[in-house]
């Protein structure tokens, strides 16, 4: 039971303007009405108000509460099945879009389907929920995915830096997490400089550069279904540069063009070093390199120097864009070719 301002329909509007003014309304009740009149719940602690009894018809009478959306996955897990905790797998998750990825222990997967119902009722940004089946892997740099939650579709709109990307989940390499690397490079781009992308996937570092600085960028990738994704976006965002999506096989486009850059990003870590000794002898002196890289955290510095040491590369700067793995980092090697 709870007590309520009867008011007739007509005056609905206006009594609750006045009763929230007050800080009268009870906001864990749902407003009921009939034919003609209308019951506003309000807190107790003020039904012996004269300010209320002189003014308005006060009842008390049953009335719904207001389903209020969990704040947190936690919240949203607990309430769909009390003994699930977000403690037993990640509790972050990568949102791309209006599409969540979520990496889910294997003891934890035959509760799935509560887990994609949660994320979607502690967060209304997300309508599709996946949970990653198979890691990174490829050439193409693609992920396996289970669906578990939400309307199914692996395509959504992604905006980044006020940038908009088109990614599809499923056929496309994209990581929402690198989105301070993207902006962080493109910081360090000169004016009306030339740009290789040599591993683009969806461009994200080529649209971050050309949002700004008045640069041109050939985007090249050998996954035909991320050349059209960057083509979609390339519609959809105004930018100060250009960039040229191309298709090919990077060894291809190495062997194939004579083109001279003035910077060249290399964001392939699991692929881009059987690449270095090709670029290291394709390219002018003085070229900068943005080489990413995956290392082991121990002794990091000393291995990935230990690695290049036969490339006639100057490093510059070893900067490290995340903890990729309990033992291991992401990092960028930037530097020049000597």
Do not use: W
Not at 14 to 30: A, C, P, R
């Amino acid at each position: 039971m709870v007590y309520v301002v009867k008011v007739k329909a007509k005056d609905a509007n206006e009594t609750i303007k006045y009763l929230k003014e007050k800080k009268f309304v009870n906001n864990e009740y749902k407003i009921s009405k009939n034919d003609n009149y209308v019951f506003i719940p309000i807190i107790d602690k003020f039904n012996n108000k004269n300010e209320i009894l002189d003014k308005f018809i006060v009842k008390n009478i049953e009335l719904d509460k207001i389903e209020k959306s969990p704040k947190s996955l936690s919240d949203a897990l607990k309430k769909i099945n009390p003994n699930l905790t977000d403690e037993k797998y990640t509790k972050s998750y990568d949102q791309i879009g209006d599409i969540a990825i979520i990496d889910i222990d294997k003891d934890m997967i035959k509760y799935e389907k509560e887990i994609g119902m949660a994320i979607l009722n502690s967060n209304k940004s997300v309508k599709t929920v996946f949970r990653k089946s198979k890691k990174v892997s490829g050439m193409l740099r693609l992920r396996g995915l289970s669906h578990i939650g939400g309307e199914y579709k692996t395509k959504t709109l992604h905006k980044e830096y006020g940038l908009s990307i088109v990614v599809d989940v499923e056929n496309t390499y994209f990581s929402p997490r690198l989105a301070t690397e993207h902006n962080r490079i493109a910081n360090k781009i000169k004016e009306h400089s030339e740009i290789l992308d040599l591993f683009c996937s969806l461009a994200p570092f080529g649209f971050h550069i050309a949002n700004d600085k008045n640069c041109h960028i050939d985007c090249i990738d050998i996954n035909p279904i991320a050349i059209e994704m960057v083509k979609e976006s390339l519609i959809k965002n105004k930018l100060v540069g250009s960039l040229n999506p191309i298709c090919i096989d990077a060894s291809e486009f190495l062997l194939k063009n004579n083109k001279k850059y003035d910077y060249i990003i290399m964001n392939h870590p699991s692929g881009a070093f059987d690449f270095l000794e090709r670029v290291e002898t394709k390219f002018e002196k003085g070229t900068t390199i943005f080489y990413y890289d995956f290392v082991k955290i121990k002794n990091y510095e000393k291995n990935i120097k230990e690695k290049l040491k036969t490339i006639n590369f100057d490093i510059e700067n070893i900067h490290i864009v995340r903890q990729s793995s309990p033992s291991e980092y992401h990092i960028c090697i930037e530097g020049k070719l000597n």
